[in-house]
């Protein structure tokens, strides 16, 4: 639209009034209405041909009519109202709320002869903000009545933000607790090292986890499981940090009360396992002595393994420490004519006790007759997972290789050593065993069944454990 020069500001005025989204009304001192955009008709309803020429009051609920006599007062001392939420009546006869602002127009001679109103539905800021505060009330409610104690640090891991527990159980302030205070309610003893291991976190973007005790209002210090996540942008940069502390103070000392009996059963089983031995000696005396020999070897492993076991919290073992315990005797020969080979595997407390017995048998005939016999014989033993396919898991592959021994020839008769390691570890593992006399060398192979006799890592199967 092109203006001629001597109207232009006049017609710019009215185009940006009547292309405006805000309602922009004028009215007399006495609050008549003369002039009405067609903003004002979308947000209130009435026409101009409606409104023009009547009070202003029209629009103004009744419990509101102060509001319309103070803007008025206002105007008459050449006063500008200043922008505020209140709420008029649209035609239909409910209630728009709305922000408005309010100037007094003023003659040539700068006289105020009306003023002008300019308003805002504000039906989408209104509920905008009812959607923040209802997410805040959930995240407040959420955050408040979670079990954890929780909190919240910028990108460089400064704490700007606690939950109510935090508070409820240090009671401490934001103040007190702000940046880096919550040092304050760690234990001397250990929160050196637990700001050195979540400051690498804040520089690396790890994940964090740590175990220590915190100090509640009452002074006493309770263990806390506590993990720290970064929450990152689409970019994947670090907008803040989220972390909890969970109070795990009556499972730590139900794990530290389990140990103390286990501990205190395996000294038990290992006395009995004893006195099992003497017996056996007093009951041979005089009789066979490569009987109680072998006996007594035996025992000897078995009591191996039940320690180990313990160590581990008597939920399964690694292979490769259950060989390192069953041949501790060869230490000397580890890694030079023993070779093991395989990666982390861990199995369960009672096919750890048949395979230590197992390596134990294995070891011993080799020390006697195989190939740790001479000086120059090797035993090379490997383990691995196979994938079986099947729901129930991978299958255990694990052999004993002998070579460069004595010529090997398959024994006359099947002893108890050959019942450990063909029938006890085929009913630990199931699948198959296989006893191979090889000219050149004994060769003996487990591969177990679907899952049969295997466990997770222990160490992370309870974490507890290691507090």
Known sequence: MVFSRAGAPDAWLKAIIQSS???????????IITSWNPAAQRIFGYTEEEMVGTSIRKLVPERLQHEEDEILAAIHRNEQVPHFETFRLHKSGREVPITVTISPIRDDTGAVIGASKIARDSTPDIEARRRILESETRFQTLADNISQLAWMADETGWIFWYNKRWFDYTGTTLEDMEGWGWKKVHHPDFVDD???RIQHS?????????TFPLRGKDGEFRWFLSRAHPIRDKNGRILRWFGT???????????????????EVNHRSKNMLALVQGIARQTSKGGNEAFLKAFSSRIRSLSASQGLLLEEGWKGASIRSLIRSQLGHLEDLMDERIHIDGKSVNIDAASAQTLGMVLH????????????????????????????????GDQLSLSWTESGGPPVTPPDHKGFGTVVIERMC??????????????????????????????PDPSEADNLLQL
């Open 361 to 392: 048998e294995l070891s011993t005939n080799a020390g006697k007759y195989g190939a740790l016999s001479n000086d120059s014989g090797e035993v090379h033993i490997k383990w691995e997972l196979v994938p079986s396919g099947s729901e129930k």
């Open 245 to 263: 502390n969970t109070d795990i103070t009556e499972e730590k000392e139900r794990q530290e009360q389990i140990k103390f009996l286990m501990h």
């Open 426 to 455: 085929r009913s630990a593992f199931g699948g198959d065993v296989i006893l191979d006399y090889r000219p050149e060398g004994l060769h003996w192979s487990l591969l177990g069944a679907p899952g049969k006799g295997l466990a």
């Open 21 to 31: 989204n805000d309602a922009i009304i004028s009215k007399t001192l006495d609050g």
């Open 194 to 196: 637990v700001a050195e």
């Open 202 to 210: 804040w520089d690396t973007g790890e994940d964090w986890e740590d």
